[in-house]
């Protein structure tokens, strides 16, 4: 396979980047990268709980537990025990973990603009069709194991 080809689906080049336009956030709030990740799944997801986080991030559920743990220490959230179910558990965002998402949806908006400069409307479009196909293949596969 080509060495560009593979690198893009193994996402190297892509994670140097994210890794480096997320560092800004993670030293300033001091947060690791599965907290910012969690903090901004939050805000694009109603009434989320632990298990719909780690299922939907593919992480485990002892990582989506003590991040969740430390982002309330640190004030990013506030957990809501549900008044039907006292098992269920949501989390409100407070106002620093808002700004906090604000401050990483403006970073990531700058970011989608300068990978996507140069590219059309039908070439991206065409790139989305495509890496759904690969996903969807790759998924495939993993449930097949082969």
Known sequence: MDKDIDALLKGR???KYVDKIYAQIREKYDLKQVEIEILYFLCNSANATAST???????T???VS???DTLCQKGF???VQD???RRCITYDITSIGRQAVAELGALKENTEKKLLSGVTDSELHLFIDVAEKICGNMEAML???S
């Open 13 to 15: 080049l892509f994670k």
């Open 53 to 59: 986080i780690y299922k939907s991030l593919s992480l």
């Open 61 to 63: 559920k002892g990582h």
């Open 66 to 68: 003590q991040a969740m």
């Open 77 to 79: 959230l506030t957990p």
């Open 83 to 85: 008044r039907t179910d």
């Open 143 to 145: 449930i097949r194991k």
